[in-house]
């Protein structure tokens, strides 16, 4: 045939290259990076009083961004969003307080500092150390 490309052996130099690329490859590239828990409860001004003999709650006037399903961010020192979670349904602790646990999973590791943000609203910041990742925040609004 004219112009047929005729196979030519692999030379022993060309399969260690082969070689040597396909480990490269295959290594470090399916490492999951290390990544924290954390969880902690948000509290909150209770709408009414009566909502302690139910156990329900509804966050005051004023607070009605914090709630069941919202959203909470952490937040590296630049403002990025690192990870997200949501806020469980609200509980009443006594007749003036609503608070809803949280749980935000896969937060990777390798910053100095992460902050809290909760809401829609300016709260203020909370600010965790990674060192302090893994125990449980009592953060308050309000």
């Known amino acids: 045939m004219v112009g047929a490309m005729t196979p030519r052996p692999f030379g022993a130099a060309a399969a260690a290259a082969l070689a040597l690329l396909l480990a490269a490859c295959s290594g470090d590239a ?49 403002g990025a969003v690192v990870a997200l979670g949501e806020l469980e349904k609200g509980r009443n602790n006594n007749s003036k307080e609503c608070f809803f646990k949280f749980t935000i999973a896969d937060v990777p590791l390798g910053y100095k500092f992460y902050s809290v943000d909760v809401g829609n609203a300016f709260r203020g910041v909370y600010t965790i150390a990674e060192s302090e990742l893994a125990k449980y925040h009592s953060l308050y609004i309000g």
């Open 30 to 78: 399916t490492e999951e990076p290390e990544t924290a828990f954390v969880s902690g409860t948000i509290t909150v001004a209770a709408a009414s009083s009566g909502q302690y003999i139910t156990g329900k709650c509804t966050a005051a006037d004023g607070f009605e961004d914090v709630h069941t399903g919202a959203q909470i961010t952490l937040l590296d020192s630049d």
